[in-house]
Nanobody, 121 residues
Framework: QVQLVESGGGLVQPGGSLRLSCAAS????????IGWFRQAPGKEREGVSC????????YYADSVKGRFTISRDNAKNTVYLQMNSLKPEDTAVYYC??????????????WGQGTQVTVSS
């Protein structure tokens, strides 16, 4: 079974932090680029961050740059998204997805089920 599972979402106050995890089972993430996406109700899905498989290059949407950090631990077959200084506008369902080309910006195939992040006071 090929599966991606996101975890770490929850309710946090503005200015708080969360760390999301994207764990793979049934395959290894070594040769995939991994992207994080989010979608809020009534809004289009947007790319948040991505990390490549080759040199570990990272990319961030302007809206999260300087606040979010993506990383990967191939030994644990897991990719993380550290989210700091959270704002209410960050509220969304967050998804991770694979790009088998190994480069960010390709076609993303496998998707996780999503984890809810709510930033509210």
């Amino acid at each position: 079974q090929v599966q991606l599972v996101e975890s770490g979402g929850g309710l946090v106050q503005p200015g708080g932090s969360l760390r999301l995890s994207c764990a793979a089972s049934g395959f290894t993430l070594d040769y995939y680029a991994i992207g994080w996406f989010r979608q809020a109700p009534g809004k289009e899905r947007e790319g948040v961050s991505c990390i490549s498989s080759s040199d570990g290059s990272t990319y961030y949407a302007d809206s999260v740059k300087g606040r979010f950090t993506i990383s990967r631990d191939n030994a644990k077959n897991t990719v993380y998204l550290q989210m700091n200084s959270l704002k209410p506008e960050d509220t969304a369902v967050y998804y991770c997805a694979t790009d088998e080309t190994g480069f960010c910006g390709g076609i993303f195939g496998y998707w996780g089920q999503g984890t809810q992040v709510t930033v509210s006071s």
